[in-house]
Structure formats: structure tokens, C-alpha cells
């Protein structure tokens, strides 16, 4: 499947790979017939998906029955009226109905939405008119189902709501409607087909700052989650892959479905009802899995257990994305398993921007190097590159002419939002960073959450590192705290490691801790103890929302 998409699949070397790397994009490419149904064609009880519980029930599907059952859930979707162009909004946690509901949506060229299950009334009513959803599918969860209905009044696009799992008075019931939908669907033609650059996807950005925007892709976005896949999680046709992450958040897309399926190999959801480490453990260990990814929120917890009850063998390689990775957390977990986590860095309106990648030895903490899709570069505030050791804004260039695959096409129905982001061919993504003389890009944060002190910028994410390494610290977030003399200072919010009591002594020996870590001036003057640490439905730290509490004085 893959040299279908990629001439050359093998490198000598990073700068071989970055230089020489080309991918093949075929004319309206739609993920649904071009690699699912393809590999129904061709190997019908290969195995796609593995799912379970925490109530004893499994299920395993062959891409076979991803074509059959995507190819039911189309005629079912059409049934009720959703035809292309059409949006879809998908709150299904990790049932295994995501998976067919994705895949038929692209079939009938509608538009996913997928969505967290924590969203909240005012949540729903915001996103269904912004992105005039015309369907919804959900989970049978009480308090989502009944947010869900408060909604519905001020939502007056929405013309049809359904739920997976259970049946519910006034909603379509879509587990009986799958099972009697016929099996017989045709590729629409002309007009009605759908692919290459029509919009697929919809994400809600995690609302950090302001009102979510809305990242749209488009049908060739999975092409570009190859360098994912099988570049950075080096993933082959065979084993059983988990990513560790809800259907409602992008990283969904980035290790749950589109460059994993391409690759071939089988992918492995555990649909827990609340994130237990022992669960995790325990289930990696059971189902033999091969390969891991997760945030690295998980792999925090994770170090906090006694890893060597379980026997993970199995898994041959462990990644992390999604917030930059502590290096105390990297040594903890390779001393507890032997392996190194390999991290990436992307964002929701792009697939993975730098990586360690196979020909890269990892340096703890560093994100790798650049994408081979992506020209990037680190520039200062007027735009000139930095030199390494100088930190600047992470950028991708050369936008002018075509898109490569896998970055977004603009905020949706947001042209302002896109121009300050995006102008003259330069995607400025926000996030500031730095690189080393040997090329690898290390992180420093969000452009907004640089720590301005006495004339210093100080990045939160060196002193949360430092932080990191101390045993009584769990989890931890670094911001600013207003000050008339030195502008700004640098205050840690933390979360204690159980046996743990936060005191006055243990925030002055964290204070000191740090400073003999890093360079003295980027210690916490100001330490605060927090039972838990304020995060987005993606699981980022919100930093902001810290920084706005100490300002209001909460």
C-alpha cells in the first residue's frame, strides 16, 4: 500500500530522507476507497481494529468489515438527509463506531466534526452553529446526551441527532439503523464525488485563547500523516498499535486511523471509562501490543508506577506528542523499560512538524528535526532566521504556490483569524523555540506564555523539566505573575506525587532544586501546591488560565 503513495519508502540518512523524500498524490484521493477499501480488495481478514472495554466486551475487525460496515453506515447516513458537503458532529469517546462513521462520512463526501464528550451546553450550541452542523452522533452518556437536547433549541441547522450504545426516546437509534442498512453503496461520480482538495475534517482548536476556531482539512490531509506513521512511529504492516487518545481530539487522526491504516498495521483502542494506569499497563500486557503513543501527561503517571509488574516486551517502540517531553520523564521510563520515547511536534493544523525520526539518536527533551514536508524554519520578531542557540517563532515557508500534505487550509469561515496566522506564503504557528548547532529543535512554549523577567525571556518549559526532576512533583506548570520591579516573575503551580504534602520547606527546596538544575534566575519565586492543574479538552495546560486567576486574584 505505501509505494503506492511514496516511490521510494527507504533512506540512507535524515538529510537523505529530508532531501529525497516525494510522495505520489493521486487524482480526488478519498481515504475511505483509496486505502480502506483497497485493502479490503486485496487482504479482506487482515485485521484493522482491535477494541475493548472495562466491561469484558471486545471486538475485532478486519478491513473487510471496515468496508461492509462504512459502506452501511453511508446508506444510513443518507437516509437521513446528509449529502456532501454536509457536517457531521462525532462525540463518540473511543466506541468503535467512530471508525465506521469517519469512513462513511468521507464516503458520502460530509464533513466530521469530531468532538470531546466534555463539552458543555453553551460548548455545543457554539460549535453546532459555527460550523452549521447538521447531524450529531453520540455516545450514550447521560450528561452529554442531555447537554446535547439543552442545545438543540439554539441550534437551528442540526436536523437530526443519534446515539451508539443504547436507545434514547426522540433519537435515532444508530446501532439497530447500521444493522438494517443494505451493504450495497457505489463511489458517487461527477458533482457528488469527493476528494483531493474538498473539505473532510473539522477540528476545534482547544480554545487556550478566546473562542475555539475551526481547523479545516481536506481530503488529501491522511497523505501526509505517512511521514507519521512509518517515519517517526516506525510502523510497518503488522503488529498492534495504541495511541492513547480520545476520538475527539486531532491526535486521533495522528495515531488512531490515517497514516496507521495506510501502513497496514492493526490498531488497538481500549475505550476506558476514566484513565487508570494499572488498567493501561495491564492491557498493553495482555493484548501483546508493539507499539505506543501517548501525551506526556500519560507517561508522567506512567513513571509513578511499579512498571516492572508488567511484562511489556511486546511493544518495540514508545513516542509522545502533544506537549513537549520532560527529560526526567524520558530517563525514568527508559531506566523502568528499556526504551527510548521517541517524541514529535505538531499541532492540530498540521501532522507531525519535527520528529526524532529512525536515523536521529533522541536527545531528552529535543522535538528532532524537521518533516521532509515541511520547509520550517525559527525566525525573530522581523522575520530573520536565528542562529542556533537563539530562540525565535517556529515558522513554515514557502507556502506560496501549493500545499504540502497534511497542513490545513485555513480557519473556517474565519479569513482574519487565517491572515494573522498565515501571510505572504509563511504559516507562523505560534510557538517559539530554539536549535542546536546539530540541527535538533528544542521547545520553549507558546509565544504567550515567555516569561519576560528582569530583561531575561525565560521558556516554561526548561523550568517545568527541572521541576520534573525532583520526587515529589507529578505534574507542573510554569507562568508569569506580574511584578513592579523585575516586570514579570516566574511562579510554579504543582501538583504533589502521592505520599507528598506541599510546606513551605518542600517549596523552598524546590526553589533551590531548580536552581541548581538550571540557571538561577529561572527559579519560581513564587511555588503554589494545586490538587490539580487546569488543562483543555485535549489535555494541554492551560497556562493562560493560571496567569488570568493570579490577576483576578483567585
Known sequence: MLERFVPRLDFDSYEDFKKNYKVNIPENFNFAYDVIDQWAAECPDKTALVWCNDHNEERIFSFGDMKRLSDKAANLFRSQGISKGDVVMLLLKRRWHYWVCTLALEKVGAISVPATVQLTKKDIVYRNNAASVKMLVSVDDHEILSFIEEALDESPTVKCKAIVGESRDGWLDFDAELEKASE?????????????????????????????????????????????????????????????????????????????????????????????????????????????????????????????????????????????????????????????????????????????????????????????????????????????????????????????????????????????????????????????EEGYFWFVGRSDDVIKCSGYRIGPFEVESALMEHPSVLECAVTAVPDPIRGQVVKATIVLARGWQGSDVLAKELQEHVKNITAPYKYPRIVEFAHELPKTISGKIKRKEIRQNDMEGK
Open 184 to 436: 450495497d453503496w457505489t463511489r458517487p461520480t461527477g458533482a457528488d464525488a469527493a476528494g483531493g482538495h474538498d473539505n473532510m475534517l473539522m477540528y476545534f482548536t482547544s480554545g487556550t485563547t478566546g473562542m475555539p476556531k475551526i481547523v479545516v482539512h481536506d481530503f488529501i490531509y491522511p497523505i501526509g500523516h505517512i511521514v507519521t506513521a512509518h517515519y517517526w512511529q516506525q510502523l510497518g504492516s503488522e503488529g498492534l498499535h495504541l495511541t492513547v487518545s480520545e476520538s475527539g481530539w486531532a491526535k486521533c487522526a495522528w495515531g488512531k486511523i490515517y497514516g496507521q491504516w495506510i501502513c497496514g498495521v492493526a490498531i488497538f483502542v481500549y475505550d476506558m471509562d476514566k484513565f487508570v494506569p494499572e488498567k493501561l499497563m495491564h492491557m498493553m500486557e495482555k493484548y501483546r501490543i508493539t507499539s505506543f503513543c501517548a501525551p506526556p501527561t500519560i507517561y508522567r503517571f506512567l513513571i509513578k508506577e511499579d512498571l516492572s509488574k508488567y511484562d511489556l516486551s511486546s511493544v518495540k517502540m514508545a513516542c509522545t506528542a502533544g506537549e513537549p517531553l520532560n527529560p526526567e520523564v524520558y530517563n525514568q521510563f527508559r531506566r523502568s523499560t528499556g526504551l527510548k520515547i521517541i517524541e514529535g511536534f505538531g499541532q492540530t493544523e498540521t501532522t507531525v512538524l519535527c520528529a526524532n525520526f529512525q536515523w536521529i539518536d533522541p536527545k531528552p527533551g529535543s522535538m528532532g528535526k524537521p518533516s521532509p514536508l515541511y520547509d520550517i524554519d525559527i525566525v525573530d520578531d522581523d522575520g530573520n532566521p536565528c542562529p542556533p542557540g537563539v530562540e525565535g517563532r517556529i515558522i513554515i515557508k514557502g507556502l506560496d504556490d501549493s500545499l504540502p500534505p497534511g497542513l490545513f487550509k485555513g480557519y473556517y469561515r474565519d479569513e482574519e483569524a487565517t491572515s494573522r496566522v498565515w501571510s505572504n506564503g509563511i504559516y507562523d504557528t505560534g510557538d517559539v523555540a530554539w536549535q542546536d
